[in-house]
């Protein structure tokens, strides 16, 4: 049987018995402003194993404001991500006065896919200017070069082997690679936020999986920061179901009158199961199909902001924001 994919730990976490602890997962929670943090650190084997996951720190920022045109609230969530960025940073033991290589992996021709190099279009490259900076910037900027390598179908060069090279020659403290990522629930579309201190799978989302980006891989910490903007349409029709099968139990009951061995029968059948069966009948039509909300556009240059912010603000911490946006255009 075929699994739902997901990219983010916390949707793994939720599939497991939350009855019990689990042996190698801790998992605590935060709300501020109506904006919840959940962290998952995985510690052991047995918590890899449980969660499908890698060993190691995983962080989700979750807003239903993520995806609105409110400058608090992205500026809020920017500040965030900024924060937990430097924890993963200081985590991973990274150089502060190291170079960081931020990496926008995805294809910019296509617009879900076109966060990473969105981001590093906003990010505050400096590498090539650090020995010419005023005298007032001294001291208070770090390095930082920048990159989108594109996608393998573009290139003919697997985004591996061209990190890999990059890394081999500007040999940076730390590695940061922003992708789009896939979800099991439509909840979570463009409302997420996920860091993680174990790399990154290009691909993996919409089953293109490319060689990972991790410290094994390239011999440096790596960062990974990614939204899910896309999911199979098999999720979206499967969630749509169960919606609205919630939706006529409350607001007209009547019209299920005599249908309850058929509901039973729903509530009896697993995520995976429904998933399976719907995906194998809309397969023949509609093929390997990832859908998108329509406002994607829109959704995803604010979300390179946020996460663009993030970053400088992290790696330039002796400047404001203001500063920072003096000198991105």
């Known amino acids: 049987m075929e699994n739902i994919y997901t990219d983010l730990a916390l949707e ?63 500026e809020e969530i920017a500040g965030i991500l ?13 150089d502060k006065n190291g170079t960081a290589l931020v990496i926008g992996l995805g294809n910019r021709n296509v ?17 090539h200017i650090m020995e010419g900076l005023p005298v007032e910037l001294e001291g208070k900027m770090r390095s930082v070069a920048g990159i989108a390598p594109g996608v393998m179908g573009l290139t003919g060069i697997e985004t591996l082997e061209v990190v890999k090279g990059l890394v081999q020659h ?5 590695v ?28 993996a989302g919409i089953g293109n999986r490319r060689m990972p980006l991790n410290q094994d891989t390239l011999g440096v910490p790596v960062i990974a920061i990614g939204v899910p903007t896309v999911a199979d349409a098999a999720v979206f029709a499967s969630d749509a179901m169960e919606r609205f099968l919630v939706s006529m139990e409350e607001s007209a009951p009547e019209l299920l009158e005599g249908c309850d061995n058929f509901l039973k029968m729903l509530a009896d059948i697993s995520d995976d199961d429904k998933y399976a069966a719907i995906r194998a009948a ?39 924001r203001e500063d920072i946006n003096r000198f991105v255009y």
């Open 170 to 174: 500007v040999k940076p403290a730390l």
């Open 176 to 203: 940061i690679a922003i992708d789009a990522l896939a979800a099991r629930s439509i909840s979570r579309i463009n409302q997420t936020i996920q860091l993680t201190d174990t790399g990154i799978c290009p691909g």
């Open 82 to 94: 900024a924060e937990k960025l430097t924890l993963l940073a200081e985590c991973a033991n990274c």
């Open 111 to 127: 617009t879900p896919d076109s966060l990473g190099p969105l981001v590093v279009a906003k990010t505050l490259i400096t590498r």
């Open 12 to 74: 793994m976490a939720e599939q497991l018995d939350g009855t019990q602890a689990i042996d190698g997962v801790e998992i605590t929670s935060d709300v501020r402003e109506g904006i919840t943090i959940n962290s998952i650190r995985i510690t052991n084997d047995a918590g890899a194993t449980a969660m499908g996951k890698p060993i190691g720190n995983y962080i989700t920022v979750e807003s239903l404001e993520i995806k609105v045109n409110s400058v608090d609230i992205h």
């Open 282 to 320: 809309i397969r023949p039509v509609v093929g390997n199909m990832f859908v998108t909300p329509k406002e994607i556009g829109e959704v995803v240059a604010w979300l390179a902001g946020m996460i663009a912010n993030g970053i400088n603000a992290a790696m330039h911490e002796g400047i404001s």
